[in-house]
């Protein structure tokens, strides 16, 4: 099914906000047999919408928009949509005493302005929300079908997966079969020579090279769901050190499922990371399984005090170096009591270096049972990147020690 994209709001086109929603769009809708072959992006006032809604190709079956469905006064994507399907408002009393219970239960009066959400058309369909307040509209006229979804990624996201995937789905001829390999520690080029060869054994299966700062996912995808297996079953020994989860799988959550098959438990003491690394494992539901707790020892005085670091290594050697990234860590799996501590220190930029220890200078210690190690690496002028790069950098140490791979 071809899939038209409009994407509503002056924030979209004046820079002020990314558009992450056209992006998901695009990569959800091919496993239910969509493809998303036309896209514009336009101002939420009633000339631009129509516009869009006028141009779009006649090879469309579908198209999305998102965008103008709150309760403001520049919201005003219904009241087109109404307009050009010639479709008419009627008030949606059950609707409204729905929202005004869920106001209340959070212990707030419903605004009169939330009022356009209780609103529905006398010809065609709402679409349920089950995360907000502002229903989706589907309209049909006798080129496409329309379907227009709030901005809000989490709601816009929920719509999708609960009524507009399975509408195409329904639709469509052609399934598409999809998996994602997720991959940290590599570059994309140096990932690509090594499957290279595989690759070309399958011509009709497509592989797509998606990198961040942090690692590459292979998306894998084709009509024949065999050939994508045995594809895979090629692939996963040789990338195997660097494969860590699929689809919606983040780092921390693999080094949590590792922590609890191990039956061990972590703490962080973190200097450059300011307790990122301590976020990213919060962040996974059962985590106090595994998770001790940590230390931000950002200054000379936490480091010494609390973490127990010699002066003397830190007027010999520095707060960022290689000796005291090993006492940091072995000072904070020793407070509490941890099987593995983990550190981090460095200059994450974009001031503060030096010829010999430049920004992106960055030192991840790990203590365990038996032993301590120092890793170093050297990143990007960017603070927040460093911040970033360094947290997948020692999560990626912990999971390849748990693996025992060298």
């Given at each position: 099914m071809k899939i038209g994209l409009i994407t509503i709001g002056a924030e979209l086109l004046n820079g002020a906000r990314t558009d992450t929603n056209a992006s998901w769009i695009g990569q959800n809708v091919i496993a239910s047999g969509g493809s998303v072959e036309w896209h514009m992006t336009v101002n939420d006032d009633k000339k631009s919408i129509v516009n869009a809604?006028?141009?779009?190709?006649?090879?469309?079956?579908?198209?999305?928009?998102?965008?103008?469905?709150?309760?403001?006064?520049?919201?005003?994507?219904?009241?087109?949509?109404?307009?050009?399907?010639?479709?008419?408002?009627?008030?949606?009393?059950?609707?409204?005493?729905?929202?005004?219970?869920?106001?209340?239960?959070?212990?707030?009066?419903?605004?009169?302005?939330?009022?356009?959400?209780?609103?529905r058309p006398d010809t065609g369909e709402v679409i349920p929300n089950p995360v907000g307040s502002a229903r989706g509209l589907h309209f049909t006229n006798d080129r496409y079908d329309c379907f227009a979804m709030p901005g809000v990624p989490s709601e816009m996201k929920a719509m999708m997966q609960n009524t507009i995937l399975p509408w195409i789905a329904s639709k469509s001829d052609v399934k598409h079969h999809i998996v994602v390999l997720r991959t940290t520690g590599i570059m994309e080029s140096a990932l690509y020579e090594k499957i290279e060869s595989i690759i070309s054994n399958y011509p009709i299966v497509n592989i797509a090279f998606l990198p961040r700062f942090t690692g590459v996912d292979l998306r894998i995808s084709s009509t024949d769901a065999d050939l994508i297996e045995?594809?895979?079953?090629?692939i996963a020994p040789i990338i195997k050190k660097y494969h860590?989860?699929?689809?919606?799988?983040?780092?921390?959550?693999?080094?949590?499922?590792?922590?609890?098959?191990?039956?061990?438990?972590?703490?962080?003491?973190?200097?450059?990371?300011?307790?990122?690394?301590?976020?990213?494992?919060?962040?996974?539901?059962?985590?106090?399984?595994?998770?001790?707790?940590?230390?931000?020892?950002?200054?000379?005085?936490?480091?010494?005090?609390?973490?127990?670091?010699?002066?003397?290594?830190?007027?010999?050697?520095g707060a960022v170096s290689e000796e005291t990234a090993l006492e940091m860590a072995i000072?904070?799996?020793?407070?509490?009591?941890?099987?593995?501590?983990?550190?981090?220190?460095?200059?994450?930029?974009?001031?503060?270096?030096?010829?010999?220890?430049?920004?992106?200078?960055?030192?991840v210690g790990l203590s365990y049972e038996g032993g301590n190690k120092a890793f170093k690496f050297i990143f990007t002028p960017s603070r927040l990147t460093n911040k970033r790069m360094t947290s997948q950098a020692a999560l990626n140490i912990t999971r390849l020690f748990l693996l025992d791979v060298s």
């Amino acid at each position: 099914m071809k899939i038209g994209l409009i994407t509503i709001g002056a924030e979209l086109l004046n820079g002020a906000r990314t558009d992450t929603n056209a992006s998901w769009i695009g990569q959800n809708v091919i496993a239910s047999g969509g493809s998303v072959e036309w896209h514009m992006t336009v101002n939420d006032d009633k000339k631009s919408i129509v516009n869009a809604l006028d141009s779009v190709p006649i090879s469309i079956d579908g198209v999305l928009c998102t965008g103008g469905l709150g309760p403001t006064h520049d919201d005003i994507t219904p009241t087109v949509l109404y307009d050009y399907f010639g479709a008419k408002p009627k008030f949606d009393e059950s609707y409204w005493e729905l929202l005004s219970e869920k106001f209340a239960a959070r212990g707030r009066a419903i605004p009169e302005s939330n009022r356009n959400q209780a609103m529905r058309p006398d010809t065609g369909e709402v679409i349920p929300n089950p995360v907000g307040s502002a229903r989706g509209l589907h309209f049909t006229n006798d080129r496409y079908d329309c379907f227009a979804m709030p901005g809000v990624p989490s709601e816009m996201k929920a719509m999708m997966q609960n009524t507009i995937l399975p509408w195409i789905a329904s639709k469509s001829d052609v399934k598409h079969h999809i998996v994602v390999l997720r991959t940290t520690g590599i570059m994309e080029s140096a990932l690509y020579e090594k499957i290279e060869s595989i690759i070309s054994n399958y011509p009709i299966v497509n592989i797509a090279f998606l990198p961040r700062f942090t690692g590459v996912d292979l998306r894998i995808s084709s009509t024949d769901a065999d050939l994508i297996e045995e594809m895979v079953s090629q692939i996963a020994p040789i990338i195997k050190k660097y494969h860590f989860g699929g689809e919606g799988v983040e780092l921390e959550n693999a080094v949590g499922r590792l922590l609890v098959q191990s039956g061990k438990t972590i703490a962080t003491a973190e200097s450059c990371t300011g307790g990122l690394i301590g976020d990213r494992f919060t962040n996974v539901s059962g985590s106090s399984a595994y998770y001790k707790g940590g230390i931000v020892a950002y200054s000379n005085e936490v480091k010494h005090n609390i973490l127990g670091v010699k002066n003397k290594t830190l007027n010999a050697y520095g707060a960022v170096s290689e000796e005291t990234a090993l006492e940091m860590a072995i000072g904070v799996r020793r407070l509490l009591k941890s099987n593995i501590g983990l550190s981090t220190t460095g200059i994450a930029g974009p001031t503060g270096g030096t010829d010999e220890k430049p920004v992106g200078l960055i030192y991840v210690g790990l203590s365990y049972e038996g032993g301590n190690k120092a890793f170093k690496f050297i990143f990007t002028p960017s603070r927040l990147t460093n911040k970033r790069m360094t947290s997948q950098a020692a999560l990626n140490i912990t999971r390849l020690f748990l693996l025992d791979v060298s």
